[in-house]
């Protein structure tokens, strides 16, 4: 299990990442990209996570990466999909629909359940 400090550690860093992508997708996150553009995003952010993720990883207390792989998961998707619920949904008066207009948000709700246990699984130390 996590200590409290590593667990507001992770949630401090998701809000940080969160309002970094918010920042980058102004004025209507993402939504005056291009399609090439948004499509374009998907691989970049996916590939920026190769190095990223291990050495997040790496600074946990635990030596279980695996374990740790899905903390790093649960805390950059569930907390950013609630950051996304407050900012489009609460804030912007849009509905839960969302997830379908911004499905490159939508991507990654998923894909680090998968990327980040994937790369935990050959780390030894």
């Given amino acids: 299990m996590l200590d409290l400090k590593t667990h507001l550690s992770l949630l401090a860093m998701s809000f940080v990442t969160w309002g970094f992508f918010v920042l980058l997708g102004l004025p209507d996150y993402y939504q005056h990209w291009p399609l090439v553009a948004q499509l374009l995003i998907l691989p970049a952010v996916t590939a920026l996570y190769v190095p990223l993720a291990p050495w997040l990883l790496r600074r946990f207390p635990s030596r279980d990466h695996r374990r740790n792989a899905l903390w790093l998961a649960l805390y950059l998707t569930v907390p950013l999909f609630l950051y996304d619920v407050i900012y489009i949904v ?36």
């Fill in 90 to 125: 609460i804030i912007g008066g849009d509905d839960l629909s969302f997830v379908f207009r911004y499905w490159y948000l939508s991507f990654f709700y998923v894909s680090f359940w998968i990327q980040f246990p994937w790369l935990a699984r050959g780390m030894t130390h």
